[in-house]
């Protein structure tokens, strides 16, 4: 984990709430559905880019260190088009973790 200073722990309801959300889920929260969007990334990025996102067990970046790469001037229209890039976003930059279900899945004998 960093060593930043962070605006609100990483792990605290602000964050992860005590590492029971992940990812998007912690993008998300920030937003409300129904007043935010529109909703410009610039805009975004300006107002959470120090915020910690705790993306798996061991790691924690900044919402600026995914924002980085996405176009201040990006609308998204609604929650779908959000989750839609910041996926395609993780992706392409390595932030994304996740496995898939299978990595997870155990066999009974």
């Known amino acids: 984990m960093s060593s930043r200073d962070w605006p609100h722990d990483p792990d605290g309801e602000q964050g992860s709430e005590g590492r029971r959300k992940y990812g998007h889920a912690v993008f998300v929260k920030k ?11 610039g805009d975004y990025r300006e107002e959470f880019g120090d ?8 790691t924690v970046v900044a919402v600026e260190d995914v924002f980085q ?11 779908v088009a959000f989750h839609k890039e910041i996926g395609a976003t993780m992706r392409a930059h390595d932030y994304w973790t996740y496995e898939g279900a ?3 899945t155990r066999t009974r004998g």
């Open 51 to 58: 915020h910690p996102i705790r993306l798996d067990a061991d």
């Open 102 to 104: 299978e990595a997870f």
């Open 31 to 41: 937003v409300d559905e129904e007043e935010d969007f529109p909703l410009r990334a």
């Open 69 to 79: 790469h996405i176009d201040d001037d990006t609308e998204f229209e609604d929650i």
